[in-house]
């Protein structure tokens, strides 16, 4: 039973274009989203987050948006640039303290030059 | 001056030999957790551990023993390897303790069982 799910394995986007990256999930309960971008042979590393509370979050080129009706969350990244090119994952925690971070599949991102 | 350090970062072994991984986080972390990358890239939960103590063991099997002797170490035991143990295992840390925070990983180790 998949709580979150990324449903498009890969994305590519040219230079400078906006790369969009999306994420579903199940369970209500989560409060607390998280996107974290991977290279290979390193562990994820953390780009970004969003509580319940919010509906949008931004930092420099990176904003969240969260959807609760939807139960949907997308991470935009503007502009996109070739370094970005890794596997982006959304994770999701319920309230603090449950020590549990349930992850998606990611996305692969190719930025063309 | 690296967060969260694994060792070793590859691992090759028989079946049914016994072998451990280690973690250290100096970020002073009270939380930290063992996850699982498999072939299909899915990062699965395996442990967690607060303050030294077992919050989570999320039905792995008892092969695995994890083993926290300070909240800034978590090692992970595995017994009578088997080919399924082939994967990523990523150890990563957080602080918990009423507010939500992000789990900060360690580059991970691959394990090879052949």
């Known amino acids: 039973d998949q709580q979150v799910k990324q449903n498009s394995p890969s994305l590519s986007v040219q230079e400078g274009r906006i790369s969009i990256l999306n994420c579903d999930y199940t369970?209500?309960?989560?409060?607390?989203f998280l996107w974290y971008k991977k290279y290979p042979a390193e562990g994820p590393t953390f780009l970004i987050s969003i509580s319940s509370i919010k509906d949008k979050n931004e930092d420099g080129r990176f904003t969240v948006f969260l959807n609760k009706s939807a139960k949907h969350l997308s991470l935009h990244i503007v502009p996109s640039q070739p370094g970005d090119s890794a596997v982006y994952f959304c994770a999701a925690s319920v309230r603090p303290g449950t020590y549990k971070y349930i992850f998606g599949t990611g996305t692969r991102l190719k930025v063309l030059a | 001056d690296t967060a969260v350090s694994q060792t070793p970062k590859y691992l090759v072994t028989q079946m049914g030999n016994d072998k451990s991984i280690k973690c250290e986080q100096n970020?002073?972390?009270?939380?930290m957790y063992w996850y699982k990358q498999d072939s299909k890239k899915f990062l699965k939960i395996m442990f967690s551990y607060n303050n030294k103590e077992l919050i989570i063991n999320e039905t792995v099997p008892n092969r695995f023993s994890p083993k926290s002797p300070d909240k800034a170490h978590l090692n992970l035991h595995i017994n009578s390897l088997e080919l399924g143990d082939s994967a990523v295992y990523f150890c990563?840390?957080?602080?918990?303790?009423?507010?939500?925070?992000?789990?900060?990983f360690g580059n991970g180790t691959r394990l090879t069982v052949t």
């Open positions: 990563a840390s957080s602080q918990t303790g009423g507010q939500h925070s992000p789990l900060h």
């Open positions: 970020l002073g972390h009270d939380t």
């Open positions: 369970n209500s309960m989560f409060d607390y």
